[in-house]
């Protein structure tokens, strides 16, 4: 059973840092394609940004692009967001999620439906 345990959410002021980090614990992290979403009150989850296996490959959306940075460490099992400068907008409950992709190294993902897994979520608060 491959189960996500994400971290590193909180509280920080607008134009401040945070860094989460998703541990992947019950497969082999180097088949999966990773990456973050989040979901903001009273509204559908959104894709943030993907990852390849390879960690070669990588995809933002353009709210965020030049803030956050996606980055995988394939020893640890651990995917990480780097986000900086952050905005109000950008509170929410953040999900990271793994695609199997046992040929693909590297692919790329945005659609929800893609994901095969997913982590609980770890809240980010941006105040002003």
């Known amino acids: 059973q491959v189960q996500l345990v994400e971290a590193g959410g909180g509280l920080v002021q607008a134009g401040g840092s945070v860094r989460l980090f998703c541990v992947v614990s019950g497969g082999t992290f180097s088949d999966y394609a990773m990456g973050w979403f989040r979901q903001a009150p009273g509204k559908e989850r959104e894709f943030v940004a993907a990852?390849?296996?390879?960690?070669?490959?990588?995809a933002y959306d353009d709210s965020v692009k030049g803030r956050f940075t996606i980055s995988r460490d394939n020893a640890k099992n651990t995917v990480f967001l780097q986000m900086d400068y952050l905005k109000r907008e950008d509170t929410a409950v953040y999900f990271c999620?793994?695609?199997?992709?046992?040929?693909?190294?590297?692919?790329?993902?945005?659609?929800?439906?893609?994901?095969?897994?997913w982590g609980q979520g770890t809240q980010v608060t941006v105040s002003s």
């Open positions: 990852i390849s296996r390879s960690a070669t490959k990588f």
């Open positions: 999620a793994a695609k199997l992709s046992p040929i693909m190294v590297t692919a790329i993902y945005r659609p929800i439906n893609s994901y095969d897994y």
